[in-house]
């Protein structure tokens, strides 16, 4: 029987970016319409489109072999899995995004200490009550279904947001209070997976490559034509 590699792309913000990657180290996925199984050109990989919040559960459970997520989705759930390796690169930057503290522009929330008692907003719940944990903070955690960066100053008292640059914060008349923890996208895999030989190798090629297509962006390459006489 064929080999088959069951990998997890992301799906929504850093779909375009993966899969554009994934074409310069060599594979090609074509996805028609809103279907979630892209075809690809490859026949030992079958793969699916999951958002990456999901997809370290999914990994560790054995759903699938490989994925590709965000270390703060591996630390918000906890997950299980191997770190095969690090991809810097976000939606529009090749760069870590970051999670951090925001509140109005106008607040006396000046550093997690003035959080004692206050409401935070995030999608990230257990990755904040962590940071609140850590610096011995207690405060009411809620999960944000979405609209997050509307909500402080009318809703709550401030927000744990993801941000590549900030610009989005600011035009909510937000500003940062912290930083929390950087996070940039992972190859992770399931750890039975990761035992087999067949599928380890195949999913330490697709690493190396793209590592290699990531690195390629930052250089340019230069042809010339010397003479033979030249000296």
């Known amino acids: 029987m064929k080999s088959t590699l069951k990998m997890g792309l992301p799906k929504g913000s850093l779909q375009e970016t993966t899969l554009k990657l994934l074409k310069k180290a060599g594979w090609d996925f074509s996805i028609s319409g809103r279907a979630y199984k ?24 054995g759903v699938f072999d490989m994925g590709i997520t965000g270390k703060d989705w591996v630390e918000e759930n906890e997950s299980d899995v191997v770190e095969v390796c690090e991809l810097i690169y976000a939606k529009s930057y090749m760069r870590p995004v970051r999670w951090v503290l925001a509140v109005p522009e106008d607040s006396d929330i000046q550093s997690v200490k003035d959080l004692e008692g206050k409401r935070i907003s995030t999608e990230v719940v257990n990755i904040t009550k962590k940071y609140l944990k850590e610096n011995n903070v207690n405060a009411h955690v809620e ?44 190859l992770v895999a399931n750890m039975d997976a990761y035992k087999d030989p067949w599928k380890k190798k195949k999913i330490d090629n697709i690493a190396m490559l793209l590592q290699s297509s990531i690195n390629a962006t930052a250089r340019v390459g230069l042809k010339m034509n010397v003479s033979t006489d030249w000296t």
């Open 38 to 61: 892209p075809y690809c050109d490859d026949n030992e990989i079958e793969a699916w489109l999951i958002r990456a919040q999901e997809m370290s559960v999914y990994v560790e459970q």
């Open 143 to 186: 999960f944000s279904w979405g609209a997050t960066e509307v909500k402080p100053g009318i809703l709550v008292d401030a927000i744990v947001e993801v941000t590549e640059t900030g610009s989005s914060l600011k035009a909510n008349n937000l500003r940062i209070a912290d930083t929390i923890m950087e996070s940039s996208t992972r």
